[in-house]
C-alpha cells in the first residue's frame, strides 16, 4: 500500500512551544467522514495512573540532589538524536531535522524565555534586571483598507525620580512578565528548525502570507512576542502577520472562559486544598520553606509563596535560565540560594504538576472540564481539514505551561512534569490508502499515554482518537456548559 502527499493541516500549541501538527491529504467537498461514535469500543474514558517515577515518587523528591535529568541553563545546544535529548528547561527539546523520527514508508503526511511574574519575586530584589536590547513593540495600524501609516512604536520602561513608590520585585528596564532577548532568539530557532522539518511537507505555504496558515494567541502579549519570532523564521518574506485571539473572557487555548466545577475540582485535592494527598510535600518540605523565607524576605505567612512551590520556582529557574546569580540576602551577602537549594524547589515543583495534572485521579476530570473546549476544537480543525470545510493546513497555537499541562492531563501522559520553556507538542496526521493516523510528538519524541487505548500513538488510527476526544468533551464541546456547571 502506498501513501500519497496532498495538502495538509497543522497546528501548533506554543508555551512555552507547544506544537500540534497535522497533516491531510485533500478530499473533495462530498468526502464522507469516518463516522466518530461516542459509543465506539475504542472510547475509554476511565482515568490511569501515570508511570511510577522519582517525579512523582515524594520520598525521592525530598532525598534528592539532582533534578532527575533536568538542568536549568541559558546554554543549551540541541541534542544529536531523539534519544539523548537533555531536558534542558529552559529550552526544552523539540523538532529539529536533525532528530526527527522519520515515520515509515508509505505514510504521507507550540513560549520561550521570559523573565519571572511581578507576584514570584521577592519583596527586594539584590541586583536589577534590565532589557534594553529588545523592543517590545506595540501599536495599532489601519487596515482593510489601508490609512495612514503607523511608526513602529515600542516600550522603554523607567521608573521616575519623582515617583516615591518603588516597583515590585527587580528594579530595571523589564516588564514583569515578558520575553527576554535570549527568549526572542529561542523563540527565532525554534520556528526556523520547525521550517526546515515541515517545509517539504506543507511547500510553498510558508513563501508567502497564506489562508492556508494559522497562528493563534492568548490575551497574555508574552505569546504574541513568541509568536511574532516564529512566524519571521518560518516565512521567506513576510513583514505581517494576522494573530488568531479570542474574547478574553471565554479564550479556549489559555483558559480563561468560566469553568466553576472545574476550578472548585482543582482546590478539592490541589493549591490551597487540606487534602493530605497535597499538603503532605508542603510539609515535608517546611524547612526548605524556611530557609528561602528567612533570605528572600518573603513572609512565611505569604499564601502566593507558600501554597505551592510555584513562585519560588518560577523566581529561581528564571534567574538560571538567563545565566543571573541564585540571589543572596540583603542584610548579609554571604547567605545565599545555593545549587542544591535550588534543585530542591526544582524536584518539588516538577512533584506538583505531576500530581496536581496526572497522579490525582481527580486530574482528568479536572482538565476536562477546564480545557475541554480547546479539545473539541482540535477535533473540529481536523475534521475541517480533512472534508476541505477549511483551507488551513497549518496551525500554530503560542498558549502557557497551564496550557499544555492540562493537554497532557487529558492525553493521559505517561510521564508528567512541569512543562518547560519551548516545550512542544505535535500532532501529525497521515493518509495510508484512504484511512487516516495520527502521530503525537512530545519534546521531539513519540508520546505515550497510560490509557491503553492510546499507548505509544504511533499511527494509531485518527477514528480513535477522535473518539476519545468526542466521548470526554462531546461534539463541539457540547458536554462541557453542564460540566463546568455542576458544582454538587
Known sequence: MSYTDAAGSLLLIALWATVYLAHFPFLGQATQLPSMRQ???????????????????LEAVINGTDVFGFIFSDVYTQPSNASDARQNWCNMPHVNSDTYPVPPAGYTLEHHKRTPYAA?????????????DEGLFTYGKPLNPSGNDSASTYWSVYTSPSNPFAPQGFNGT?????????GLDDSWQHGKDLFEVYKNRFGSVFANSSDQVSYRVTNNVITSQVAGMVVAAMYESVKEHSLAIQPASIDSLEPTYTCDAGAALYTSYGVGSTNLNWTEHLTASQPLFDVLDNISGVAPNDPGFHRSWDHYFDNLSSRLCHGKPLPCKISNSTSCVTPSTANAVFRLGLYEYSYIYRTSSQSLPASTASYGVYIAEVAQNIRDSISGASPIIYKHNVAHDGSLARLLSILQVDVMT????????????YNKSGERFVRILWSGNLFRSSNPVLGLVDMLPLDTLLSYFDGLVG??????????????
Open 120 to 132: 514570584n519575586t521577592f519583596p527586594r530584589e539584590s541586583y536589577t534586571w534590565d532589557c534594553d
Open 174 to 182: 523589564c516588564q514583569f512578565p515578558q520575553i527576554t532577548r535570549g
Open 39 to 57: 459509543d465506539s469500543q475504542s472510547f475509554n474514558s476511565s482515568w490511569y495512573p501515570p508511570k511510577n517515577t522519582q517525579i512523582n515518587d
Open 475 to 488: 461534539v463541539g464541546a457540547s458536554k462541557i456548559p453542564n460540566m463546568c456547571a455542576n458544582t454538587g
Open 418 to 429: 512541569w512543562p518547560g520553556l519551548g516545550a512542544e507538542l505535535v500532532f501529525e496526521v
